[in-house]
């Protein structure tokens, strides 16, 4: 099996960074690690918004991973996320935003949910 390059995301929602809240972080990278290492998928950088609803699109990682991907000449195979509640808590704007990573990536993996979508294929829905 050839090493796919990925890239990492989580949310999560707390507004503050108690105790829980850091052990949550470090549940859900290594959780991410876990099935990386297991698949063969080195990744290359690990993003994450805490704080953020997924409702709120305007999140800092979500843009910081959509600009890296437009300026970066290097190959990434896959997007790695928790799960998809990471990404989006609104099926169309989920849908959206699978539809801009589309364009520089093959994969989305949700860890929890397995392969969200294989981005080879042309993302067509109606949101009305």
Do not use: H, W
Not at 12 to 23: F, G, H, L, N, R
Not at 105 to 115: K, N, P, R
């Amino acid at each position: 099996m050839n090493q796919k390059i990925g890239i990492s995301y989580f949310r999560i929602a707390a507004t503050d960074q108690s105790a829980s809240d850091v052990e949550k972080e470090s549940t859900r990278q290594k959780k991410i690690e876990s099935y990386a290492s297991e698949q063969e998928i080195l990744i290359v950088r690990q993003y994450a918004d805490i704080g953020y609803s997924g409702l709120d699109m305007d999140r800092p990682s979500v843009k910081q991973i959509l600009n890296d991907l437009r300026a970066n000449e290097e190959k990434i195979d896959c997007l790695l996320v928790d799960s998809t509640a990471s990404l989006s808590r609104d099926t169309v704007e989920l849908m959206e935003l699978l539809k801009q990573l589309n364009q520089y990536v093959e994969s989305v993996i949700s860890v929890d949910e397995g392969e969200l979508i294989d981005l080879g294929i042309e993302l067509d829905y109606n949101a009305n």
